[in-house]
């Protein structure tokens, strides 16, 4: 009961009616402690009325005061220890629409199957006369309605194919549903002997179970990338011509305006820096995580990040001119090809549905000649109709892609819909990008030398500036297993670093007065001054992952934005090939050529530079930290600080695949056993009926095969 | 006959009912959070003492 009802504030506040609703992505809880600990964190805050967590799509919902703003309920999940990033209203609204839409289709279809079939079983074990008279009327007036509800998603995109000209695996599937209907409508005007209700509904059932688990596999991993997408600009504070600052939507942005963007704040126009310094984070164009120094005359990009005091920027581009869109732009154009594969059901149905419909046209008219009449001719045709109808077929490919898609969620890996899992099957060689990919992608700390004093104190100065070193360095010493010292006066300076005192004692974390070309920050206690290098290291299990993608026959190959000879590093002590410094168009171009020699390539990269190439190869692979429009263009997402999972991510997709044909290998052998019946004009509603759920069943249990042989 | 009558609306009745709930169930966001709700449970009650281990 607990877990219903929203956690109310304790606060003494007048509960008002005008209160709003803000929700925010927190990626980072984990566990029942940080339900509680953020559903009570914000809702001591004085205008939060209640906070609700909702854990599975990592979001909470704030009721709040109109007063009260968006950037203190983010500053407050961070000093509860949470990244929060406010998400629009519901963006994704509109396609949990269409899952519901599936998901209320099928329990309708559902209880009519199982009202109908309840009826079914009296006529066939032999009710007659009026018994069976009027349970073929129930069975109507319960049926027309169920398929004319239930039916709609296959019949609007029945119609939708029809009119330009094109066929798939919905057009047999509403033609039998609807010519079954009729018929048993018509048979049971004239209290005929055999009605299909049954086996009309029960194929909408199974079709419809098919087609809900697939969107709801996508719904799941929408939700979760969902989570980690959202940090672009979308508005700018304005300088307006009476001195005073307004929010700007990005849209609104002129060339010319001045805009004052904060610490932590993304640009969200190109611009050049009038006033103010600091550094900027520009890892979302080019995935380089060592912060650029800007100051006045600098160019700025949109997307970058504002690391640290307030800049004014004069913008010079706005929206479809800025660097960004044009790699926007290049992504679109790369992304077409992808758009035009076609899915295995789609590719399976294209040979299947003429092949059904001229066997039922067949059917009638060979019993025409046969002089069967045309009553009975009819009813044959309809009969192929149904048990040909690929019930089976429809719950072939999305049943073992639940089941893939399911498990590999378990290992930190979403995928985004069957067609990615059906092209992630495919790939024959895979390109990997260094920073960012193949490398963490932010600076982490050797602590090994530190006192343990001196741990607790650079995690006590670090873990209070989000400059991505600081990140870093925080990141390495809670690692290590080390907890905070307490620090007075902690101040930061830009360019510089952080100070702060410890127990009477100046304690300085930051960049070394003597910096050099070596990545560097000095951790001063008193006197005592240590250096602290600073690496992007390799994540752990590159090398297995190279192996593993290797015993699948796949080649490896590094594909960089860095300078040849940092990437030349890597490549040896990998042992792979590897070409640097290259321009986002110059991967796009590598790519195409790899598509040219008849290779399909997987590509794995996290930058803004590497989108276009993203979008271009056969399929894509992001890591979680990468740039919104990378793990966009990407299909599949992993998470965590290993690569283990684009490995995982193959061969899953590689014995999906396998099941799945399977399951298409057994749903033709069904039909070759059951055509000849339907032909003879031997298959009776009840045999219809086995026969449909016999087949699905052992599609599904095929299925569930599959999460016991992968780990 | 007559006891057909009688019990083909009360499965009517009892299928429309279930129906009912599933639908009322979506609308009211029932299966919103699934793995919340099974993490919930572990979650210390506010006023409780926390300190009580078993």
Redesign the interface.
């Given at each position: 009961m607990?877990?219903?009802a929203p956690i109310k504030t304790a606060s003494t506040h007048e509960p008002s009616g005008d209160a709003v609703d803000t929700r925010f992505t927190v990626p980072g809880m984990r566990?029942?402690?940080c339900?509680?600990k953020i559903e009570?964190g914000l809702s001591k805050i004085d205008g939060v009325e209640a906070a609700r967590?909702?854990?599975?799509?990592k979001r909470v919902a704030v009721h709040h005061h109109p007063a009260l703003d968006d950037a203190v309920l983010v500053d407050a999940l961070r000093k509860l220890g949470f990244e929060a990033q406010p998400v629009l209203a519901n963006p994704l609204a509109k396609d949990d629409q269409e899952t519901?839409q599936l998901?209320?289709a099928l329990?309708?279809a559902g209880?009519g199957m199982?009202?109908i079939m309840?009826l079914s079983v009296s006529v066939w074990s032999g009710a007659g006369g009026v018994?069976r008279d009027l349970f073929h009327w129930?069975s109507a007036l319960?049926a027309l309605p169920v398929v004319a509800y239930s039916g709609r998603p296959f019949f609007s995109s029945a119609l939708m194919a029809l009119r330009y000209r094109r066929t798939n695996m919905d057009v047999p599937i509403s033609i039998g549903v609807l010519l079954a209907t009729a018929l048993s409508v018509y048979e049971t005007f004239i209290g005929g002997e055999h009605a299909y209700f049954d086996g009309a509904v029960m194929l909408l059932f199974f079709l419809l179970a098919g087609r809900a688990l697939d969107a709801t596999m996508r719904g799941r991993t929408r939700d979760g990338i969902g989570a980690l997408l959202g940090r672009m600009g979308r508005s700018a504070s304005v300088v307006q011509p009476d001195g005073s600052t307004r929010q700007t939507k990005v849209d609104d942005i002129q060339p010319g305006m001045m805009m004052i963007v904060a610490a932590g704040e993304a640009l969200a126009a190109d611009g050049v820096v009038e006033q103010g310094f600091g550094s900027i984070d520009n890892s979302m164009l080019t995935g380089e995580s060592t912060p650029e120094p800007v100051s006045i005359g600098s160019t700025v990009h949109a997307g970058a990040t504002n690391l640290f005091g307030p800049i004014h920027v004069r913008v010079t581009a706005v929206r479809d001119e800025t660097a960004i869109a044009e790699i926007a732009r290049l992504m679109d154009e790369a992304g077409q090809s992808r758009s035009r594969y076609v899915r295995i059901a789609d590719r399976a149905s294209r040979l299947y549905a003429p092949a059904v419909h001229s066997l039922a046209a067949l059917a009638f008219v060979g019993w025409m000649i046969a002089g069967a009449g045309w009553h009975q001719s009819l009813v044959i045709a309809i009969a192929v109709l149904i048990i040909t109808c690929p019930c089976a077929m429809g719950l072939a490919v999305p049943a073992a892609q639940v089941v893939a898609s399911n498990t590999l969620i378990k290992h930190g890996l979403l995928v985004k819909d069957g067609s990615a899992l059906e092209r992630l099957a495919e790939v024959d060689v895979a390109i990997f990008d260094k920073t960012g990919t193949l490398t963490l992608g932010e600076p982490r700390v050797d602590v090994a030398d530190l006192s343990e004093t001196d741990r607790s104190i650079a995690l006590a100065l670090s873990q209070t500036s989000r400059h991505p070193i600081s990140r870093g360095i925080t990141k390495s010493l809670l690692a290590a297993g080390v907890s905070p010292s307490v620090l007075k006066n902690v101040s930061e300076t830009p360019g510089s670093g952080i100070a702060g005192e410890c127990a009477g004692t100046p304690v300085f974390l930051g960049r070394p007065a003597d910096a050099g070309e070596q990545m560097e920050v000095e951790l001063r206690v008193g006197e005592e001054g240590s250096r602290l290098a600073l690496s992007d290291p390799l994540r752990t299990d590159v090398a297995e992952t190279i192996d593993e993608l290797r015993g699948c026959n796949i080649d490896a190959a590094i594909l960089s934005g860095d300078a040849s000879q940092a990437v030349a590093q890597v490549a040896t002590e990998l042992g792979l090939d590897a070409q640097g410094s290259f321009e986002p168009r110059d991967k796009l171009a590598e790519i195409e050529r790899i598509k040219s020699e008849g290779h399909l390539p997987l590509m794995v990269g996290d930058g803004l530079n590497d989108g276009p190439a993203l979008a271009a190869a056969h399929a894509s692979i992001a890591p979680g930290t990468a740039s919104d429009a990378s793990q966009q263009a990407a299909d599949a997402v992993f998470i965590g600080e290993r690569l283990m999972p684009v490995a995982l991510a193959i061969r899953v997709a590689r014995s999906t695949m396998r099941i799945v044909r399977q399951n298409f290998t057994f749903a033709i052998g069904y039909n070759v056993l059951a055509v000849p019946l339907a032909l003879a004009g031997l298959v009776t509603p009840l045999i219809a009926a086995v026969a449909m759920s016999l087949s699905s069943l052992v599609v599904v249990a095929n299925s569930l095969r599959l999460s016991r042989s992968i780990r | 006959?007559t006891g057909?009558l009688l019990l083909?609306p009360i499965?009517?009745g009892l299928?429309?009912f279930?129906?009912a709930m599933?639908?009322w169930a979506?609308r009211d966001g029932?299966f919103?959070?699934?793995?919340?709700?099974a993490?919930?449970?572990?979650?210390?009650?506010?006023d409780g003492d926390g300190e009580k281990k078993p």
């Amino acid at each position: 009961m607990n877990a219903s009802a929203p956690i109310k504030t304790a606060s003494t506040h007048e509960p008002s009616g005008d209160a709003v609703d803000t929700r925010f992505t927190v990626p980072g809880m984990r566990c029942a402690g940080c339900i509680a600990k953020i559903e009570r964190g914000l809702s001591k805050i004085d205008g939060v009325e209640a906070a609700r967590v909702n854990f599975s799509a990592k979001r909470v919902a704030v009721h709040h005061h109109p007063a009260l703003d968006d950037a203190v309920l983010v500053d407050a999940l961070r000093k509860l220890g949470f990244e929060a990033q406010p998400v629009l209203a519901n963006p994704l609204a509109k396609d949990d629409q269409e899952t519901r839409q599936l998901l209320r289709a099928l329990a309708v279809a559902g209880f009519g199957m199982m009202n109908i079939m309840l009826l079914s079983v009296s006529v066939w074990s032999g009710a007659g006369g009026v018994t069976r008279d009027l349970f073929h009327w129930l069975s109507a007036l319960i049926a027309l309605p169920v398929v004319a509800y239930s039916g709609r998603p296959f019949f609007s995109s029945a119609l939708m194919a029809l009119r330009y000209r094109r066929t798939n695996m919905d057009v047999p599937i509403s033609i039998g549903v609807l010519l079954a209907t009729a018929l048993s409508v018509y048979e049971t005007f004239i209290g005929g002997e055999h009605a299909y209700f049954d086996g009309a509904v029960m194929l909408l059932f199974f079709l419809l179970a098919g087609r809900a688990l697939d969107a709801t596999m996508r719904g799941r991993t929408r939700d979760g990338i969902g989570a980690l997408l959202g940090r672009m600009g979308r508005s700018a504070s304005v300088v307006q011509p009476d001195g005073s600052t307004r929010q700007t939507k990005v849209d609104d942005i002129q060339p010319g305006m001045m805009m004052i963007v904060a610490a932590g704040e993304a640009l969200a126009a190109d611009g050049v820096v009038e006033q103010g310094f600091g550094s900027i984070d520009n890892s979302m164009l080019t995935g380089e995580s060592t912060p650029e120094p800007v100051s006045i005359g600098s160019t700025v990009h949109a997307g970058a990040t504002n690391l640290f005091g307030p800049i004014h920027v004069r913008v010079t581009a706005v929206r479809d001119e800025t660097a960004i869109a044009e790699i926007a732009r290049l992504m679109d154009e790369a992304g077409q090809s992808r758009s035009r594969y076609v899915r295995i059901a789609d590719r399976a149905s294209r040979l299947y549905a003429p092949a059904v419909h001229s066997l039922a046209a067949l059917a009638f008219v060979g019993w025409m000649i046969a002089g069967a009449g045309w009553h009975q001719s009819l009813v044959i045709a309809i009969a192929v109709l149904i048990i040909t109808c690929p019930c089976a077929m429809g719950l072939a490919v999305p049943a073992a892609q639940v089941v893939a898609s399911n498990t590999l969620i378990k290992h930190g890996l979403l995928v985004k819909d069957g067609s990615a899992l059906e092209r992630l099957a495919e790939v024959d060689v895979a390109i990997f990008d260094k920073t960012g990919t193949l490398t963490l992608g932010e600076p982490r700390v050797d602590v090994a030398d530190l006192s343990e004093t001196d741990r607790s104190i650079a995690l006590a100065l670090s873990q209070t500036s989000r400059h991505p070193i600081s990140r870093g360095i925080t990141k390495s010493l809670l690692a290590a297993g080390v907890s905070p010292s307490v620090l007075k006066n902690v101040s930061e300076t830009p360019g510089s670093g952080i100070a702060g005192e410890c127990a009477g004692t100046p304690v300085f974390l930051g960049r070394p007065a003597d910096a050099g070309e070596q990545m560097e920050v000095e951790l001063r206690v008193g006197e005592e001054g240590s250096r602290l290098a600073l690496s992007d290291p390799l994540r752990t299990d590159v090398a297995e992952t190279i192996d593993e993608l290797r015993g699948c026959n796949i080649d490896a190959a590094i594909l960089s934005g860095d300078a040849s000879q940092a990437v030349a590093q890597v490549a040896t002590e990998l042992g792979l090939d590897a070409q640097g410094s290259f321009e986002p168009r110059d991967k796009l171009a590598e790519i195409e050529r790899i598509k040219s020699e008849g290779h399909l390539p997987l590509m794995v990269g996290d930058g803004l530079n590497d989108g276009p190439a993203l979008a271009a190869a056969h399929a894509s692979i992001a890591p979680g930290t990468a740039s919104d429009a990378s793990q966009q263009a990407a299909d599949a997402v992993f998470i965590g600080e290993r690569l283990m999972p684009v490995a995982l991510a193959i061969r899953v997709a590689r014995s999906t695949m396998r099941i799945v044909r399977q399951n298409f290998t057994f749903a033709i052998g069904y039909n070759v056993l059951a055509v000849p019946l339907a032909l003879a004009g031997l298959v009776t509603p009840l045999i219809a009926a086995v026969a449909m759920s016999l087949s699905s069943l052992v599609v599904v249990a095929n299925s569930l095969r599959l999460s016991r042989s992968i780990r | 006959m007559t006891g057909l009558l009688l019990l083909i609306p009360i499965a009517l009745g009892l299928g429309m009912f279930g129906l009912a709930m599933f639908f009322w169930a979506m609308r009211d966001g029932q299966f919103e959070d699934l793995d919340g709700a099974a993490n919930r449970i572990l979650i210390d009650d506010e006023d409780g003492d926390g300190e009580k281990k078993p």
